[in-house]
T-cell receptor, first 111, second 115 residues
Framework: DAKTTQPPSMDCAEGRAANLPCNHSTISGNEYVYWYRQIHSQGPQYIIHGLKNNETNEMASLIITEDRKSSTLILPHATLRDTAVYYCIVYPLEGTYKYIFGTGTRLKVLA | DVKVTQSSRYLVKRTGEKVFLECVQDMDHENMFWYRQDPGLGLRLIYFSYDVKMKEKGDIPEGYSVSREKKERFSLILESASTNQTSMYLC??????????????FGEGSWLTVV
């Protein structure tokens, strides 16, 4: 059972910010929000994660709502190479876990 | 950098054949996973393992088995391949105790066609 819900697809103009939403209303207190992306024909790769504070790295920013029931991944200046499927997934830091990826959001960046 | 290597990128097998998909990781990860990915269905977990000789069923284990004889290697076995097992298969690994960051590392994928 997927613990997150995401829109199936989104378009974004090149150079604009891409904002990808994710709902995780049943998230537990020890679970982090992680984002991965999968470029065509490759395995998913880690982008960013967070617990409750907003996070930023060289790839993206992550905004988590105060109640932690939803989050938004922001690609500040989308390029054509950002066209990919983006997965939002929640899981704890430790232990063995059945990582459930769901179907993700297919982002298409338009020239 | 962590490397998860899947032995075959593309395979074509006949119905009824026994198929082995091999996966090796080089970072001493305890957890290893096999997923399959089909259009519109996302990534679905087949089996996972948290230690040598240990295995747990994922969401779609039917028609598959796994083997983990060494920590670095996790094999997916299709005992009698069928056309509905045509798919892309992804192997992944992760640590059990991950400190401040818990990242899952994936291989490049194996495209299996059963004819």
């Amino acid at each position: 059972d997927a613990k997150t819900t995401q829109p199936p697809s989104m378009d974004c103009a090149e150079g604009r910010a891409a904002n990808l939403p994710c709902n995780h209303s049943t998230i537990s207190g020890n679970e982090y929000v992680y984002w991965y992306r999968q470029i065509h024909s490759q395995g998913p790769q880690y982008i960013i994660h967070g617990l409750k504070n907003n996070e930023t790295n060289e790839m993206a920013s992550l905004i988590i709502t105060e109640d932690r029931k939803s989050s938004t991944l922001i690609l500040p200046h989308a390029t054509l190479r950002d066209t990919a499927v983006y997965y939002c997934i929640v899981y704890p830091l430790e232990g063995t876990y059945k990582y459930i990826f769901g179907t993700g959001t297919r982002l298409k960046v338009l020239a | 950098d962590v490397k998860v290597t899947q032995s075959s990128r593309y395979l074509v097998k006949r119905t009824g054949e026994k198929v082995f998909l091999e996966c090796v990781q080089d970072m001493d990860h305890e957890n290893m996973f096999w997923y399959r990915q089909d259009p519109g269905l996302g990534l679905r977990l087949i089996y996972f393992s948290y230690d040598v000789k240990m295995k747990e069923k994922g969401d779609i284990p039917e028609g598959y088995s796994v083997s983990r004889e060494k920590k670095e290697r996790f094999s997916l076995i299709l005992e009698s391949a069928s056309t509905n097992q045509t798919s892309m298969y992804l192997c992944a690994s992760s640590l059990i105790n991950r400190g401040s960051r818990n990242t899952i590392y994936f291989g490049e994928g194996s495209w299996l066609t059963v004819v």
